[in-house]
């Protein structure tokens, strides 16, 4: 199946976005954003496209929306700044400065799951990302599809505390069977 | 689902195998139900010798994380160097010496090679035949020589570097590899003989252990594991990467989805490794071994990155995640095994206890990679 064909029929999901990729600089070919409601479908369709999968992670962003926000802050006050600047070596009053970006109205921190499947004929990796609230990280399970995402899953679950509903045996994997903490969120400390 | 589970009486009992059994090569465990001397359900336990290498990697720098590397996989340690070192420089944009590749990949083959053999002496152990194990650490001891006078160590290499490798080989390693080379052919023989065509590694390994295509795709299994089942899939040809595109090697695919397949394909990739030494010792470029100004800080530029080798076991994937700074935000091992080993409760449902312990043999499980 040709890349272009995969990368359409997963592109026809609702709310789905298809990014080619180079692969060179990269190692993956296509990157898919999906959420938590379109997840289930997009994998029926790389499934169905013969697929196989080969892991699921997370990644945690904590406090990546607050350092963007800063990040816009300080270049829009530069930009005053320098407007100001030069209209003073001109001997002109500065001109009437934009207003400030608003910090977005959503500054919950979120949690990232990235799902890497690939094909054994024609080589094309998919990296397929859905992001969740760190405050209710919930997520359907695919294990009815792959059956090889069930321990993927309780990994995943292991390290960042994400719940997979519907996965039959959620308990943990790799840390000990009593672990209640998730060690690779930014915030764990040991 | 055979017969016999599906006329299940209720006198089925819990047998717990490992986590302290020659089995299962390591500390893993595996819960099961029996019904007499048949498997009804089986559930591997892991986590017995997790270490977070993952969080550790968040911890240290890049260049810090390196000998990390070769404590997951104490088999195949080079291919661990190798996916780490190509991922970074991948991230970081740094170019390698050809000289440096090709050792790379002759130093990485002689520890598939290794490998292999560990997994041949330690199977064949499995079955219940004890000398093949003398005769393939025999083997071994060679490569181990030869790696450690240029490495430093003998198991635990930390040998590649940003930008090409830690020391270049010499006259020693060069004459000692064709030897090596040649010997390895002459035993390659002796093991068909001895072993392979043996009656009673025959009846114990054809038409057992049936792991279908469809299955390992839904479970993501790779290396010689899908390659028994008739996948031709190996990332050194299907996502070329270093210099492998320049050498003449065969993939050997096996169509019987049983444990000989699996059995085979081993034996056979060895002889193709054999080939790709051979190939690159008679290439060897001069030049540099190590980029003459390799970076000692290293500051990948910010995104995400996949790299994949192929490792004794299968298809090994590292991605990292770098936020510019002098250690990764996140890096996530995708190891062989731990998909491998995933499809063994399904695999074994209906099998003879013996018979199972044969395919798990077959999955050449190393436990450290699966735990991380």
């Known amino acids: 199946m040709h890349r272009d064909a995969i990368a359409g029929s997963i592109a026809a999901i609702d709310g789905v976005i298809v990014t080619p990729c180079e692969y060179d600089s990269k190692g993956y070919c296509l990157d898919v954003q999906v959420t938590a409601q379109t997840l289930l479908q997009a ?100 294990s009815a ?18 719940r997979f509903e519907g996965h039959p045996n959620l308990v943990p994997l790799l840390l000990p069977e009593d672990a209640d903490f998730h060690p690779l969120l930014k915030d764990f400390k040991a | 689902m055979s017969a016999i589970v599906e006329k299940l009486n209720d006198e089925t009992f819990v047998l717990n195998l490992g986590p302290q059994h020659p089995a299962t090569h390591g500390v893993l ?54 996916v ?107 093991y068909r003989n001895l072993v392979t065509n043996n009656i009673i590694t025959i009846k114990r390994l054809e038409d ?5 295509a469809e299955m390992c795709r839904k479970y993501g299994a790779t290396g010689p594991v899908a390659r028994g089942s008739g996948i031709n899939f190996d990332v050194r040809r299907h996502e070329p990467y270093s210099v492998y595109p320049e050498f003449d090697f065969d993939i050997p695919v096996y169509h019987e989805c049983d444990n000989m397949a699996r059995y085979m394909v081993r034996m056979d990739e060895m002889e193709q490794s054999l080939r790709i030494i051979e190939q690159a010792l008679d290439k060897l470029p001069d030049g540099p071994y190590l980029l003459p100004k390799a970076p000692r800080i290293v500051k990948p530029a910010k995104g995400d990155f996949y790299q994949a080798v192929e490792s004794a076991r299968g298809s090994l994937g590292l991605r990292i995640v770098s936020d510019g700074s002098n250690n990764a935000y996140r890096l996530k091992w995708r190891s062989p095994t731990f998909s491998n080993l995933s499809l063994f409760g399904e695999a074994c449902i209906g099998m003879l206890l013996p018979d199972a312990l044969a395919l798990m043999g077959t999955l050449d499980l190393v436990i450290p990679e699966i735990d991380r």
Not at chain 1, 75 to 82: E, G, H, L, N, T
Not at chain 2, 64 to 73: E, V
Not at chain 2, 208 to 212: E, F, H, N, S
């Open chain 1, 43 to 142: 994998v029926s369709v790389i499934d169905h496209c013969g697929f196989f999968i080969e892991a699921i992670t997370g990644v945690d962003w904590l406090g990546e929306k607050t350092a963007r926000h800063k990040e816009a802050l300080d270049r829009a006050k530069a930009v005053i700044a320098a407007a100001a600047k030069s209209a003073a070596e001109k001997g002109e009053e500065p001109p009437p400065a934009p207003p400030l970006p608003q910090p977005p109205e959503d500054m919950t921190d979120e949690l990232e799951v990235v799902y890497d499947f690939n094909r054994y004929d024609d080589f094309c990796r998919i990296s397929m990302r859905v992001r969740v609230p760190r405050s209710t990280p919930c997520l359907p399970t695919i």
């Open chain 2, 84 to 190: 780490y070192v190509n991922a970074v420089e991948r991230a970081a944009g740094i170019e390698v010496p050809q000289r440096a590749e090709y050792i790379r990949v002759i130093t990485a083959e002689l520890n598939r090679i290794s490998s292999h053999l560990v997994w041949f002496g330690a199977f064949i152990m499995d079955l219940g035949g004890f000398s093949p194990l003398l005769y393939a650490f025999d083997d071994r001891e060679q490569i181990l020589d030869l790696l450690e006078a240029i490495t430093g160590s003998r198991l635990t290499y930390c040998y590649f570097r940003f930008g090409g490798v830690s020391c270049d080989i010499d006259d020693q390693f060069i004459t000692g590899s064709r030897a090596f080379v040649k010997r390895m052919r002459e035993r390659l023989d002796m």
């Open chain 2, 208 to 212: 057992v252990g049936p792991i279908t």
């Open chain 1, 145 to 162: 599809i792959y059956s090889g995402a069930d321990w993927h899953e309780r990994e995943t679950h292991d390290f960042f505390g994400i």
């Open chain 2, 29 to 82: 465990r595996v819960k099961l139900r029996m019904d007499g001397e048949y498997i009804v359900e089986a559930e591997p336990v892991l986590g017995y010798i997790h270490r977070m290498h993952e969080k550790m990697g968040e911890n240290r720098t890049w260049i810090q994380y390196l000998p990390n590397t070769a404590r997951l996989d104490y088999l195949h340690a080079l291919a661990f160097n190798h």
